[in-house]
């Protein structure tokens, strides 16, 4: 790139930032240019740094989450006033944690636009502000700072510990809590009613977000066919999933199944027809003659022969015809999709491998899933819903 082009570039940047009402999208084009966008920028940065540089980067970009788990941790967001701004030594009287450290935390904080310095006081930036007025965006934050980061620290002990285990207690989270091989993620956040609440809250913001929201299973299946049919939202946490396609669908009746079901879990959805139910979905499904029976975000959690358990546990209530339906990932083929697309789904992946032994699959993988578990399931197949990184995996019990 020639130093003109630099220039250039780097005056386009800083013009297009100074106004950022022009980089909404809000037609189908730039939205593929802001896609686009999104894509290059990182390659931009790599390219412009160098490899040595950029594997450096990698190398230490876990340090970067630090302050973000401090914020967490300290509640930070809280102690800052919304409307105001508040010095360090009154931060530290609050938390109990030295006046350095702070400043040290939250300037490292600050560059990743989390907080502003106002004239050496601490102020909320439109970042920070949301973990005090997004309850569901805190809890997402607390799930993963408090759990999958200490996770992700112990994978290469578990597995090098246990090299080819898929038992989800053999893993970094239970190194990690000081009980290896001993319990399960899930088993754990069974024992403490707080943390399922918060559990259920972090599932529905990440439910949210760009290319997950419960929208697209809403427009994406063909529920009106179902007429006055039930569906059992089977794992379906505290039922925001259900409940939005119930409000697009009023007909349809649901029961919201989950083995973390506490009394604070059920949320009040006006206008919706749900009801809710204790289950282990490894146990046999006691909802019989259901229409559909539907797993979100649910089988990447385990491994292939609980897996295959899970949809065994199923045909005893299942009539022909009725339906299972998937929603969840599928692991492309590398360089097939978007990069963001692709990062975000290898570092489920990830998640899945640190937390629970668990894994996203391949097309290929789903079929070869309900094969195992029954010949007598008919797998319909995986379709891509269009803006969602989930796909429709759907078989039908044939009797």
Known sequence: MSTNNLVSLAAAVRQALATPQS???SSPEEQKARLDLI?????LNATLIGDVEHLRELAWSAIHVLPVAAINRWGLAKLVPLDKDISYLELAKETGVSESVLRRTLRHAMTGRLFCERDGKVAHSPTSR?????????AFVDLHTESTLKSIAHTMDALQKWPNSSNPKETGYSIAI???GETSLYEDLAKDPIRTVNFGRAMQFFSSGEGYGVETLVDGYPWAKLGNGTVVDVGGANGFASAAISRAFPNLKFIVQDIRMVEDTKVDYPGTNIEWMVHDYFTPQPVVGADVYLYRFVFH???????IDTLRAAVPALKPG???LINDEILPEPGKVRW??????????AIMLACMSGRERVESDW????????ERYKFLGATPVPGSRLWLIEAEWTG
């Open 130 to 138: 949301l973990l005090v007025e997004n309850e569901n965006l805190a």
């Open 39 to 43: 894509d290059l920028v990182p390659e």
């Open 178 to 180: 000081g009980k290896p």
């Open 301 to 307: 959690n385990v491994y292939d022969e609980k897996a």
């Open 340 to 349: 963001r697309d692709e990062r975000a789904i290898r570092a489920l992946d």
């Open 322 to 324: 009725a339906k299972i």
């Open 367 to 374: 079929e070869a899933l309900f094969k195992k578990a029954d």
């Open 23 to 25: 980089l909404v999208a």
